[in-house]
């Protein structure tokens, strides 16, 4: 089947030695996994002749959102591998230049935001599917729950990634800015 070989290279891709796929892109690979698991629920459960018609419309527009978030987190996904290469060409700017060490703090907010981006989705796509579980049939309510702790990861490994990057950004400001989003993440997992 083709979906198997894709996840083999991805995680053939994580174990190698390579930098990149990380943390980061692993964990938004991981919220937008949970994302089409909901959708899977969601859209088999709309299929089904027993659900109920006032569902339907909850359903339907639930689908959307959660496709929309899906495919935010799979962007997210390459823009990790592109935060880490920006970080890589700051470093290399010679040392004695001016624009190093701002080109190296812009990389490192890049290398934060977009984890922090990747777990704002996984935050909101999780509420979403708090919201429809009820109306999801019960013989494929586990796949939900499969979807809430794939989303649940997607928002920890990216509080992981976010704090990797925050320990060398110079900025308190920013710095006390991006741990409030850390705790607001924490707070829903």
Known sequence: MEWYTAAERFTEALAS???????????AMAGAM?????????GTTLKRKATPEDARPRLTQSLKRLSAFKNELKGYIQKDGEAY????TAKKL????????????????????????????????????????SDVAEIILSDIY?????????????????RANLSFITNEDRVNEINKQIASFLKVC
């Open 17 to 27: 030695s390579e930098p990149t796929p990380g943390g980061g892109a692993a964990a």
């Open 34 to 42: 949970g994302c089409a698991l909901a959708i899977m629920a969601v």
């Open 146 to 162: 499969c979807a809430k702790h794939l989303l649940q990861a997607c928002i920890k490994s990216s509080v992981e990634s976010i």
């Open 85 to 88: 290469a920006a970080y890589l």
């Open 94 to 133: 010679p040392k004695e230049s001016a624009e190093r060490e701002k080109a190296v703090q812009d990389a490192l907010l890049f290398a934060a935001r977009v984890p922090a981006d990747a777990a704002s989705a996984a935050m909101h796509c999780l509420r979403e599917v708090d919201a429809i579980k």
